[in-house]
T-cell receptor, first 112, second 112 residues
Framework: NAGVTQTPKFRVLKTGQSMTLLCAQD?????MYWYRQDPGMGLRLIHY???????AKGEVPDGYNVSRLKKQNFLLGLESAAPSQTSVYFC???????????FGEGSRLTVL | AQSVTQPDIHITVSEGASLELRCNYS??????LFWYVQSPGQGLQLLLK??????LVQGIKGFEAEFKRSQSSFNLRKPSVHWSDAAEYFC??????????FGAGTRLTVKP
C-alpha cells in the first residue's frame, strides 16, 4: 500500500523554467492538497481539491497552477519558476471531514 | 483570520524526562485541533486530534494533548520521552478540512 506518492523527489530549475510535480494516492480519497514548507513558517496551503475536476486556491496560490483530472492524481505546476519558490512541497490527501491528512514524503525544489 | 502559534522553535529534553509542547490558536470558534509529527526527510504523520468532547485526547506513541478553551491552547505532552521521539512537531487548526493551518513547528532534540 503506497499511500501518497510524490514525483520527483528532488529537482533543480533555473529561473523561468517550468515544471510539474505529480501526486498520486491509492486510498480513494476525495480531498487532495499541495503545501509548501519553508523554515520557520510551517506548512502553507497552496491549492487543494475536494474532488475530481475541482480545484481551489489556498493561502499562497500565486505562481502555481493545479489540475485534478483523475481522482487519484493531483498535479502542481510552476509555469515560470522563481527563486522564491525554492521550497519543500508536500502533497496530502484525506477522506474529507475527518481532519486526518495523509502526507507524501515531499519534493525538494531548488530554483537558481 | 485563524492562526496557530507554537512559541518554542526548539526544545531539548533528556531521555526519560517529561515533555510539553505548547500551541495557541486564534479563532472565533473552537476549531478542529491537531498535532502532527515529522521525522527527518519524511512527511507528516497525525499524532492526535480534537473535535469535541473530552478535553484530554490520547494519541499514538504515548502522546496526549489537552484542550483549554479559556487559554486557546492545545498543548502536547508525553510523560517519558524516548530517543525515537526526536522530530519536528506541528500543531494545526482547521474550521473544516479545506483550510488546515499549521504552526511553524517545534523541533525536539532528545539527549541520551
Amino acid at each position: 500500500n503506497a499511500g501518497v506518492t510524490q514525483t520527483p523527489k528532488f529537482r533543480v530549475l533555473k529561473t523561468g523554467q517550468s515544471m510539474t510535480l505529480l501526486c498520486a494516492q491509492d486510498m480513494n480519497h476525495e480531498y487532495m492538497y499541495w503545501y509548501r514548507q519553508d523554515p520557520g513558517m510551517g506548512l502553507r496551503l497552496i491549492h487543494y481539491s475536494v474532488g475530481e475536476g475541482t480545484t481551489a486556491k489556498g493561502e499562497v496560490p500565486d505562481g502555481y497552477n493545479v489540475s485534478r483530472l483523475k481522482k487519484q492524481n493531483f498535479l502542481l505546476g510552476l509555469e515560470s519558476a522563481a527563486p522564491s519558490q525554492t521550497s519543500v512541497y508536500f502533497c496530502a490527501s484525506s477522506w474529507g471531514g475527518t481532519g486526518e491528512l495523509f502526507f507524501g514524503e515531499g519534493s525538494r525544489l531548488t530554483v537558481l | 483570520a485563524q492562526s496557530v502559534t507554537q512559541p518554542d522553535i526548539h526544545i531539548t529534553v533528556s531521555e526519560g524526562a517529561s515533555l510539553e509542547l505548547r500551541c495557541n490558536y486564534s479563532y472565533g470558534a473552537t476549531p478542529y485541533l491537531f498535532w502532527y509529527v515529522q521525522s527527518p526527510g519524511q512527511g507528516l504523520q497525525l499524532l492526535l486530534k480534537y473535535f469535541s468532547g473530552d478535553t484530554l485526547v490520547q494519541g499514538i506513541k504515548g502522546f496526549e494533548a489537552e484542550f483549554k478553551r479559556s487559554q486557546s491552547s492545545f498543548n502536547l505532552r508525553k510523560p517519558s520521552v524516548h530517543w525515537s521521539d526526536a522530530a519536528e512537531y506541528f500543531c494545526a487548526v482547521a474550521p473544516n478540512n479545506n483550510d488546515m493551518r499549521f504552526g511553524a513547528g517545534t523541533r525536539l532534540t532528545v539527549k541520551p
